[in-house]
Each structure stands twice: as structure tokens, then as C-alpha cells.
């Protein structure tokens, strides 16, 4: 193996001169983290920021209580609507998320506690209108059971013995998270990203385009041996992959310490990592980034030419996103504390890497992640020095 290291420190100062490698692998990660994290903010601020919701009212003067509820929520913009008003058009072009329509007679109703109905009506096809209509529904209940008690208390009731059971909310202290939870969730799925697209930037070039360019032979017959010279190449590429990685997570780290208002909400209570939690992302992402390293350049070694490689890449990163992706979902399913999880690979390299945010690591999915990770990482680099050992690595179009 003597004379990787060699190998290694050729291919970096090759990647170091190459603005492409600087801009798509360090810079790339940097500011695409820092514009989701500003689009995150910009989102979650302006869901809860006053007159965030548009609810229009037909027949306002018949709501009564029901418009003092709403009238104290914040988030809602309200505005009466003529009973001529045609609603389903006002949902259709987006004047409001949520129009409540209020019958006649329903003031008169309520104060005959008669328990009168009224209408909300909102787009099933809009996310916003249903969000809309949530705020509605929780200002309504919560306008209702203050009625309901005063009722009681005026007729000398107390509305306990009418309660079978009450149900409290308490937060148990499970951990702190890293940060907010849009940012924890979503935070995995791009360290996986980042550990495989970070190489693609060099991949091609690293011995597909050396058989184009012709020199991968002069290569070839140096004192150095083909294992060193596929080690040395493989260390440079999860060396680039690695820095990627790391460059998407200063992303965060940056925003996370600028604090700036937009994004304020995603980092409120700071950014909080316990020793166990770093020492958890290190080890899911180190195997992460060697397996991925691996396949790379066995994809380059096998492949003829740089269009080869870039047809076979297309189809790979379908293969890695699938799993990256359904990290995002899987915590919401039962799927998440299934014993076989941790065996799929990628997937449960996300899911250790949530559960590491989430300063809640599990001792069982990190040791059978680490185990699988590391055995693919070996596989990975062990058919990419296999590949380079046959003579059909020259073989170019």
C-alpha cells in the first residue's frame, strides 16, 4: 500500500485547483443550508404572525360570542362578508382560508341555549385553509367550554361532576432537542444528500475521465501499486464528501449562532448537543460517507467514459433518495421503533442521525447501524480496489 498517501494528496491538490469542486462540494452544502433554514423561518414565523389567516364572516351580526373568540386569536385576519356573498368562489381565489356562515337566528338561539349550529367552510385542497380552519375549531371549543362552565356556575353547578375525566398535557423531559423540530426533522435527510452528492463533483474525472484523458496508464505503470492507487483516490473522494458533509452542517451551525429574527423560531431554545449525541453523528456519518466513497468510485472505475458515469450516477442517487426521503415520514409511524429498522441501510443511518438531534440516542439502532454501515463501507471499498486490480480498467470508448 505504499504510496497512497501519495495518491491522496495528488488528487486533493487536483480537487483544490478545480473551482467546480470548491463551489458544487463546499460552497454548495454552505449556502443551500442557509437559504432552507431562512425559508423554514420564513415559513414558521409567518404561520403564526398576526393576521396570518383570512376568515370571512357571513352574517356577522348574528355571532356574537363566537366573533369575540375569534376576535382574540391573533393569527386571524377577519373580515363580514354580505349574506349575498358567493363562498365557494371566495375559497376558490384565495380571499380567505375560511369563511363562517351564521344562519338567522343564531344569536337568539344561543341566548335560549338552544345550542345552535353555524357553518365553517374551507378548501380540503389548500393547506392553509385547513390550518385556517384548526385555529377556528380550537377557538370555537375553547369559546364553547367557557360557556358551558359560566352556564354551570349561574345555575350553582359544578361542571366536575358532569366531567367523567379530564385530560392534562404534561411534557415529559425526554431531551432537548439540537433545535427546532422543522430543522430536526428535516437535518438528516440532507446530511445523507450531502455524504453521496458531495462526491459527484469529482467522481467523474476521478478515473473515467483519466482513461478518456490517457493518462490513467501513465499512472498505472508508476512504482505504486493498483491497491494504493484506488485507496489513495478513494481517501481523496471521502475526503471531499466528508468536507461536503461538514459544510452543510456549518450551514446550520452558522444560522444557529446568527440567531437573526426570520429564523428565531427554529432555533429558540439555542442549539443543544450532548457529547453523546456528536460522538453518535460521527460515527453514523464516517461509515456513511466511506460506503457512499466506495460505491463512487467503483461507478467510475467500472464506467468507460464520464457519460457513463453521469447515466449510472442518475440511477444511483434514485436508490439513495428513497430511503433518504422516507426518514421523513417513518418517525411519524410505528415503523420508527421496529427492531429491523436499523438493518436498512441509509434509512437507518437518517434515523440514528434524528434520534442524535433529538438528544435521544438509542443504544440498539446506533451499535446495529454502525455494525451494518461499516460492513457496507468495507464492501464498498473492497469492489472498487477489485475493479482497479483488473485489467479491464483501461478499457475506455
Known sequence: MKGWLDVCLKELREFARDKRVFYNAVLGPLLLEVFL???????????????????SIVNAAEGGAVLDALYKKQNLEIKPLSKEANVQKELFEKKAQVVIEFPEGFAKKVSERQAPEFYAYLDPLD??????????????DEASASYAKARMHALGLDEKEFLPFILKEEKAKTGKPFAGEWLVAFLPYLIVIWAFYGGFAIVSDLVAGEKERGSLETLLISPISRRAIAFGKFCALAAVSFVSTLSALSGVLVMGILNLPMTRKLFEEGLTMTPLSIITLVITVLPLVVFFSGILLAVSTFSRNQKEVQSYLSLLGFIVLVPAIASQFVGFTDIASAKWLPFIPILNSAMVMRDALLNKVDMYSLIVTTGISVVLASAGLWFAVRLFLKETVLLRV
Request: proline residues 3%; charged residues 20%.
Open 127 to 140: 393547506p392553509r385553509s385547513k390550518i385556517a380552519f384548526e385555529i377556528v375549531k380550537n377557538a370555537v
Open 37 to 55: 433554514i431562512l425559508l423554514f423561518g420564513y415559513l414558521e414565523s409567518n404561520l403564526s404572525k398576526s393576521g396570518a389567516q383570512k376568515i
